[in-house]
């Protein structure tokens, strides 16, 4: 596609329930990022994707929080027996080049996640 | 954590004014990048400014970064209702250990009232 694609758009989950948030990058991007934003808040590094190795896990808020891109392009953020304070916008983003590289990042529309 | 600030929070001003918001960060970088919210929706790529520029043009934006003074500053000239949304500049990117991240600012809140 044109852009990075992100789904489902809204997801709202009971708690202790797992989910699963999908993210199809921009076609040949070989970086992959995935931020958490809080309501009024900047968006929050989680990690870091350089085709499938990932790379940066640093940001990730606890061991519930799990991402893979297995074959490089599509990615998922998995989030294990979710709790109130998950209930975020997360949001993807895409880059052409490596991390050595000066490319412009570029975000999908986001997942807006609800814990109730 | 968030390296950047933006300044102001939140700017309230006329159809067809220009709009100032600045951006400040604490540690070197390569590039900086701007990025438009609207509310509940993704990021919008603007522009990216290289530590090596000290100006770009897009359009109605200009933005200018002086490494100096770990600030960057973004002008929309002849502002619409139409450019309300949050402005966030991002830094970096942040290449020590095999990571590649930006860190975002909090942001400014523009309202352009027609």
């Known amino acids: 596609g044109a852009g990075v694609s992100q789904s489902p758009r809204y997801k709202v989950a009971k708690r202790g329930q797992d989910v699963a948030l999908r993210c199809d990058p921009i076609s040949g991007h070989v970086s992959l990022f995935w931020y958490q934003q809080a309501l009024g808040q900047g968006p929050e590094f989680l990690t870091y994707f350089q085709n499938e190795a990932q790379l940066d896990k640093s940001g990730l808020p606890s061991d519930r929080f799990f991402a893979e891109r297995p074959e490089g392009s599509v990615s998922t953020l998995k989030i294990q027996r979710t709790q109130q304070e998950d209930s975020a916008v997360y949001l993807c983003?895409?880059?052409?080049?490596?991390?050595?590289?000066?490319?412009?990042?570029?975000f999908g529309q986001g997942t807006r996640l609800t814990v109730v | 954590s968030q390296q950047g600030e933006e300044d102001p929070q939140a700017l309230s001003i006329q159809e067809g004014e220009n709009a100032t918001m600045n951006c400040s960060y604490k540690t070197s970088i390569n590039n900086l990048q701007w990025y438009r919210q609207n509310s509940g929706r993704g990021l919008v790529h603007l522009i990216l400014i290289r530590s090596n520029e000290r100006e770009k043009h897009s359009g109605r934006l200009r933005v200018t970064l002086d490494t100096s003074k770990k600030s960057s500053s973004l002008l929309i000239t002849a502002s619409r209702a139409a450019d309300t949304a949050s402005y966030f500049c991002?830094?970096?990117?942040?290449?020590?250990?095999?990571?590649?991240?930006?860190?975002f600012g909090t942001g400014t809140r523009l309202k352009v009232l027609a």
């Open positions: 991002a830094t970096g990117p942040f290449t020590t250990s095999g990571t590649y991240k930006y860190i």
């Open positions: 983003a895409s880059s052409l080049g490596d991390r050595f590289m000066n490319t412009e990042a570029f």
